[in-house]
């Protein structure tokens, strides 16, 4: 079992940058895969980033790509997005997510743990 716990949203205004964290507990997350997904009022749920075990591969949206850098500290077991150049079409709850195995995974109906979720609002 893995609980994993985000921190970090709050308001921000476009242009602007913000710094995610994402906290497990309950396993070694080294041999978890992580990602990030976010869910906006009235839209389903998407992928935002992905991240191997060892952080030696990640992967991003195309929306995102470019401005946001996801990291891991598996000495600490935490999950990082940091964002920048924030636009109003990224406000969204923002989850992490965990998933055991070494593969790419993009879609949230592979991974079996889920944080609570922080929400990100970019004001324009």
């Known amino acids: 079992q893995v609980q994993l716990v985000e921190s970090g949203g709050g308001l921000v205004q476009a242009g602007g940058s913000l710094r995610l964290s994402c906290a497990a507990s309950g396993r070694t997350l080294s041999s978890y895969a992580m990602g990030w997904f976010r869910q906006a009022p009235g839209k389903e749920r998407e992928f935002v980033a992905h991240?191997?075990?060892?952080?030696?591969?990640?992967y991003y949206a195309d929306s995102v790509k470019d401005r946001f850098t996801i990291s891991r500290d598996n000495a600490e077991n935490t999950v990082y997005l940091q964002m920048n150049s924030l636009k109003p079409e990224d406000t969204a709850v923002y989850y992490c997510?965990?998933?055991?195995?070494?593969?790419?995974?993009?879609?949230?109906?592979?991974?079996?743990?889920w944080g609570q979720g922080t929400q990100v609002t970019v004001a324009s």
């Open positions: 991240i191997s075990g060892s952080g030696s591969s990640t």
């Open positions: 997510a965990a998933k055991y195995g070494s593969f790419l995974y993009t879609s949230d109906r592979q991974y079996a743990y």
